[in-house]
């Protein structure tokens, strides 16, 4: 019995956090679009995200809005919101102005991009690339000492008498 309530107290404590981070995350958000003193006009934003190569529907992508300041700079807080099966995921009440939009997902490039927020419903559709090959100066240098270190083991047997 001990043991339970020491689990039932853990759970209720992650809980108690996960509902301070959206509270947080909903706080943010709200002050965002309160920022000025003139709410202004809203948008209903819906997103798309699919393979740039195929058009198929991205599920689960992670896309992520910030605000941005008058000076093109990013501003405190944002919302992030995940991608259905369809990979489509939208919002209502984004305020007009200036968007960065980041989209977020394993096995796919990063996307960020700033969109101007200017009409009641807006639809974006986002097209996610596969990564790109990556080079390292470390991989290539850890390779020149292997081959290195073979040619110099070749030329000790080469100088060797037989």
Same mark, same amino acid.
């Given at each position: =019995?001990?043991?339970?309530?020491g689990i039932m107290?853990?759970?209720l404590a992650v809980l108690a956090v996960m509902a301070g981070l959206g509270i947080v995350t909903v706080g943010a958000w709200a002050a965002w679009a309160q920022d000025d003193e003139d709410e202004g006009p809203m948008s209903n934003m819906r997103f798309v995200v699919v393979r740039d190569w195929n058009g198929k529907p991205v599920r689960n992508a992670a896309v992520v809005l910030h605000p941005v300041t008058k000076k093109g700079k990013q501003a405190m807080g944002g919302m992030e919101l995940k991608t259905n099966d369809d990979g489509k995921t939208a919002i209502d009440g984004i305020p007009y102005g200036p968007l960065r939009v980041q989209v977020l997902a394993p096995g796919f490039q990063t996307f960020g991009e700033d969109y101007q927020v200017s009409r009641p419903? =807006?639809?974006?559709?986002?097209?996610?690339k596969r990564p790109v090959k990556q080079y390292s100066a470390a991989g290539v240098q850890e390779k020149q000492k292997k081959s290195d270190d073979t040619k110099a083991g070749e030329s000790k047997a080469e100088d060797k008498p037989q």
């Open positions: =019995m001990a043991g339970e309530n107290s853990r759970k419903e =807006m639809e974006i559709t986002i097209k996610l």
